[in-house]
Nanobody
Framework: QVQLVESGGGLVQAGGSLRLSCAAS????????MGWFRQAPGKEREFVAR?????YYADSVKGRFTCSRDNAKNTVYLQMNSLKPEDTAVYYC???????????????WGQGTQVTVSS
């Protein structure tokens, strides 16, 4: 079973930046699509970005967030710029064999990392 461990969350002022990391165990990391989701209090978990052979972003973060991966380090990143208070949420990375924008397409999840953006 793969283990995914996120890091890099924290408190930042609006307009600031954070970079999240997600380290994966296992030797087949490059074979999988990796995604980022987030969940704000009282809201459903929502798709943020997909990192695979092509990147794909939710409209709400397009142009501000960038997903990248280093297969040699079994790590995927989410660079978040121009952060807004509405970006406040717990951010999760997840693994999928095919990728997609729905949570049910992902079979392994990290524990999440809190991102808080103050106004």
């Amino acid at each position: 079973q793969v283990q995914l461990v996120e890091s890099g969350g924290g408190l930042v002022q609006a307009g600031g930046s954070l970079r999240l990391s997600c380290a994966a165990s296992g030797r087949t990391f490059s074979s999988y699509a990796m995604g980022w989701f987030r969940q704000a209090p009282g809201k459903e978990r929502e798709f943020v970005a997909r990192c695979t052979w092509s990147e794909y972003y939710a409209d709400s973060v397009k142009g501000r967030f960038t997903c990248s991966r280093d297969n040699a380090k079994n790590t995927v990143y989410l660079q978040m710029n121009s952060l807004k208070p509405e970006d406040t949420a717990v951010y999760y990375c997840a693994r999928s064999t095919g990728g997609g924008v729905v949570a049910t397409a992902y079979d392994s999840w990290g524990q999440g990392t809190q991102v808080t953006v103050s106004s």
